[in-house]
Each structure stands twice: as C-alpha cells, then as structure tokens.
C-alpha cells in the first residue's frame, strides 16, 4: 500500500473564497482520484487527476469548480472555488499503486464553508 | 449507471456473534470486489478484495462473491465491539475507479 498525505486535514472557510488541497504519495501511483463524502453520506467521485492533463470529471462535477492538477506520479491538488455552505464536505483523496487495482485512501480534508 | 446496493442499517450483532453484510451491484462487466471499513471521522480502510467466485478469508473476515447473482458479502466471525463501523462495497472494472455503496453501519452489542 502508498502512504499518502493531504494537506491542509480541515479548514473552515467563508463563502465566496477558494481552498486548495493538496495530496502527496510516499511512491510512484498509476492513477490517483478526488472523492467528496458529505454528512452521513457515502463516497463520491469528483474526478480522475490525470498526469499532464485535463482531470476527467464526473457528472455534475466542472473544472471551473474544481481544478484539478497532476504535475507527477506522487502529487495532485484539488481547488474548490468560489464556496458555498453546501460545499462543505470531506474531501479524499484515493490513489491506485498499479500492483492491483486496489485503491487506498489519504486521511482526508474536512471543509466547512460558513 | 453502475450501482452498488447495500441495507444502510443499522445492523447490531452481539459480541461473539457472526456480523453478514450484503452488496448487490447492477454492472455484470464488474470484474474487481472491495471491502472497506469507515470508523466516525476517518478515511475509509481497505479491508478485502475479492475477484474470483467463492469465498475468501483473511483472519475472522471472509469475502464471498457470486458473479452470476451479482451479489458480495462480507462475513465478519467473532464479532468485536472494535468492528463497529460503517462497511463499503465497491467495485470496478479494469481501470475504472471505485463505485461505492452507501454503506452498512454494524453496530457490535458488548
């Protein structure tokens, strides 16, 4: 398994403004995601981050809203901008090592937006 | 749409006791099964995968998976106050992230 780390693990935020997340692997990944929990909720995708490319989003979810970079195999960053109260949420970060296709997870950023 | 179905809970086990927790998923391409164990206010732990029909153990945790049901179970013996949890199924196919159920809350009675 990969030892991953986000950056910052909470923030409470005021509307309008813009967070940036940062996740950061211990090795080399072959794919790493962006996952939102909301309260009492289940997992859901944001976005693929893709290495030197445009992140492959899911439905409802646009890169004006969350840019998404992947400079290298061992880092991403997801920016939630311009928030709102319901963007408050936990923010994962998930990466896949390429030995299987097992999927790990970072401990997670928790975003409160007022 | 690929989706996952799990009975959200909760599910109270006394200790001791045998915790069966169940997942049907409607993709029948679905090649890869997990497990996934969430304590409150953590990031969601791999317990167990599983990609071939039948049973698959590891300590007191055994994984079952029937394609042509398209149904996964998880079976957790010797229950423990220390396995309450919320419980993720989830699966993929190929290179495809993770599609997660809702989750199963397993509530272990001391």
């Known amino acids: 398994s990969a030892v991953i780390s986000q950056k910052p693990s909470r923030d409470i935020c005021q509307r309008g403004t813009s967070l940036t997340i940062q996740c950061q692997v211990d090795?080399?990944?072959?794919?790493m995601f962006w996952y939102r929990q909301q309260p009492g909720q289940s997992l859901t995708l944001i976005a693929t981050a893709n290495q030197g490319s445009e992140a492959t989003y899911e439905s409802g979810f646009v890169i004006d809203k969350f840019p998404i970079s992947r400079p290298n195999l061992t880092f991403s960053t997801l920016t939630v901008s311009n928030m709102s109260p319901e963007d408050s949420s936990i923010y994962l970060c998930s990466v896949r090592t390429g030995v299987t296709d097992t999927q790990y997870f970072g401990p997670g950023t928790r975003l409160t937006v007022l | 749409q690929k989706e996952v179905e799990q009975n959200s809970g909760p599910l109270s086990v006394p200790e001791g006791a045998i915790a069966s927790l169940n997942c049907t998923y409607s993709d029948r391409g679905s090649q890869s099964f997990f497990w996934y164990r969430q304590y409150s206010g953590k990031s969601p732990e791999l317990i167990m995968f599983?990609?071939?029909?039948g049973d698959k153990e590891d300590g007191r945790f055994t994984a079952q998976l029937n394609k042509a049901s398209q149904y996964v179970s998880l079976l957790i013996r010797d229950s423990q106050p220390s396995d309450s949890a919320t419980y993720l199924c989830?699966?993929?196919?190929?290179?495809?992230?993770?599609?997660f159920g809702k989750g199963t809350r397993l509530s272990v009675i001391a």
């Open positions: 090795s080399q990944v072959t794919m």
């Open positions: 599983i990609y071939s029909n």
């Open positions: 989830a699966f993929n196919s190929g290179n495809t992230p993770l599609v």
